[in-house]
């Protein structure tokens, strides 16, 4: 097998400045929000010129988008540890997408940029769906789950937590509903309504913190 050529000083560089303002854009747009960040003030935090910030990214939306997409990644990672520790394949899964709804609706970062819904969704699909996709193969595999395309349920899955939260950050769904919307989405695996509500009920229990480079 061909070794693989060792990253050059240019794209050392350019991988650097990229996670640099990824960091700095989390900081900044933490602090004020989304629509008052701007691409300055987050070059500046970053230490790199002005221009720079559009080598990589084309606009702040874009940058936005990319810092939530590190936001999704480290859940994922912070729920599969939690879920590790699971007997059950089906609460695996059950769990995973309630942590998710309820980031969507408590995160102010995730909720500012809710009403981008199909950006969202879609990058929910592919940042967290390598976790979620695997988790219904094997709970499908164990006989918890019926799914016969995987991919299909979590893209339908990632639509409507997204549409959810939109509602419920909104005021139009009560937050108390939240167990109600995992149920109806955990009967896409094949469940009926007792056992999907009897799993969207379990204890939640805390996550771990992220440690960066996981």
């Given at each position: 097998?061909?070794?693989?050529?060792?990253?050059?000083?240019?794209?050392?560089r350019?991988?650097?400045?990229?996670?640099?303002?990824?960091?700095?854009?989390?900081?900044?747009?933490?602090?004020?929000?989304?629509?008052?960040?701007t691409m300055?003030?987050i070059?500046?935090?970053?230490?790199?010129?002005?221009?720079?910030?559009?080598?990589?990214?084309?606009s702040?939306?874009?940058?936005?988008?990319?810092v939530?997409e590190?936001?999704?990644?480290?859940l994922?990672?912070?729920?599969?540890?939690v879920?590790?520790?699971?007997?059950?394949?089906?609460?695996?899964y059950?769990?995973?997408?309630?942590?998710?709804l309820?980031?969507?609706?408590?995160?102010?970062?995730?909720?500012?940029?809710?009403?981008?819904?199909?950006?969202?969704a879609?990058?929910?699909?592919?940042?967290?769906?390598?976790?979620?996709?695997?988790?219904?193969?094997?709970?499908?595999?164990?006989?918890?789950?019926?799914?016969s395309?995987?991919?299909?349920?979590?893209?339908?899955?990632?639509h409507t937590?997204?549409?959810?939260s939109?509602?419920?950050?909104?005021?139009?769904?009560?937050r108390?509903?939240?167990?109600q919307?995992?149920?109806?989405?955990?009967?896409?695996?094949?469940l009926?309504?007792?056992?999907?509500?009897e799993?969207?009920a379990?204890p939640?229990?805390?996550?771990?913190?992220?440690?960066?480079?996981e």
């Open positions: 097998m061909t070794e693989p050529k060792p990253e050059g000083r240019v794209a050392r350019q991988r650097r400045n990229r996670a640099a303002l990824i960091r700095a854009a989390r900081d900044v747009m933490a602090d004020k929000g989304v629509d008052a960040a300055l003030e070059a500046e935090r970053a230490d790199v010129g002005a221009g720079t910030v559009y080598n990589y990214f084309g702040k939306d874009e940058l936005a988008v990319a939530l590190t936001l999704m990644h480290e994922a990672v912070r729920i599969e540890k879920t590790d520790t699971f007997e059950d394949p089906a609460h695996v059950a769990f995973g997408i309630r942590k998710v309820d980031t969507a609706t408590t995160d102010p970062r995730w909720e500012q940029m809710l009403h981008r819904s199909e950006v969202i879609d990058a929910i699909f592919r940042t967290m769906g390598p976790f979620a996709i695997r988790d219904l193969r094997m709970a499908s595999t164990a006989n918890r789950f019926r799914v395309n995987p991919e299909l349920v979590w893209r339908m899955t990632t937590i997204i549409g959810a939109l509602a419920i950050t909104e005021g139009e769904v009560p108390a509903a939240k167990n919307i995992i149920a109806r989405l955990l009967c896409m695996t094949g009926d309504l007792d056992a999907a509500s799993l969207a379990r939640l229990p805390d996550l771990p913190p992220y440690i960066e480079g």
